[in-house]
């Protein structure tokens, strides 16, 4: 079956310092792996994806994410973290089907 | 340009009633998804509409849920008979192209539905 863990439900990060928010996934063959955003009462907002190639993916808003088919990890990362940064974010995978698996999400919490 | 857009925007009613929720993807986008995403939860995939083909209805709970999609064009997802248990804001998502490449999933804003 093809799921998405996210093992953190929040993340506290001073501004200006780097932020990680870890996703691991099952499924078989190719993942093909989206982190999205949500700020309050709004919907998601697609921050980067991978489906091949360079195993470090940059998407928006600096945010980066590192694929690691050996960890069947696909954590987001950011060098120097914004309050403004300070959302619900969600890892999710789509595998044979074209729905998306979402993980349950991680608050990330920046501190000024 | 514009994005996905759902309405309304919040919705309360009362057990038992039937509501209808409605949402309008990207021009040109041939692939429709609906989600379910509970008050701390993640989001539950419902149902999703590709071009003619028939949709993929795995996702719905109950026989109380039904979807339809006019062409590629608007969609509505009603829930008969509504429970509290059916409190939840519903996404609504489209995507340009079915099939490889897999092509990323953009999402409305929501509908945020209340049963009393």
């Known amino acids: 079956a093809q799921s998405v863990a996210q093992p953190e439900d929040q993340v506290n990060v001073a501004e200006g310092n780097p932020l990680t928010v870890k996703c691991t996934y099952s499924?078989?063959?190719?993942?093909?792996l989206f982190w999205y955003v949500q700020y309050p009462n709004r919907g998601l907002q697609f921050l980067l994806k991978y489906i091949t190639g360079d195993n470090l993916v940059k998407g928006s808003y600096g945010f980066e994410a590192e694929f690691n088919k050996s960890q069947t990890s696909f954590h987001l990362k950011k060098p120097s973290a914004l309050v403004s940064d300070s959302a619900l974010y969600f890892c999710?995978?789509?595998?044979?089907?074209?729905?998306?698996?979402f993980g349950t999400g991680t608050r990330l919490q920046v501190f000024p | 340009g514009a994005g996905v857009s759902q309405s309304p925007s919040n919705k309360v009613t009362e057990k038992g009633k039937d509501v209808e929720l409605r949402c309008d993807p990207i021009s040109g986008h041939t692939a429709l998804y609906w989600y379910r995403q509970r008050l701390g939860q993640g989001l539950e995939f419902l149902i999703y509409?590709?071009?003619?083909?028939?949709?993929?209805k795995s996702g719905l709970p109950s026989d109380r849920f039904s979807a339809e999609r006019t062409g590629e064009s608007v969609s509505t997802l009603t829930i008969q008979r509504t429970q509290q248990e059916d409190s939840a804001v519903y996404l609504c998502?489209?995507?340009?192209?079915?099939?490889?490449?897999?092509?990323?999933?953009?999402f409305g804003p929501g509908t945020r539905l209340l049963v009393l």
């Open positions: 998502a489209s995507s340009l192209v079915f099939g490889p490449p897999r092509e990323t999933q953009y």
């Open positions: 999710a995978v789509r595998g044979f089907t074209d729905k998306l698996i």
């Open positions: 509409f590709q071009g003619n083909s028939a949709p993929d």
């Open positions: 499924v078989s063959g190719n993942p093909y």
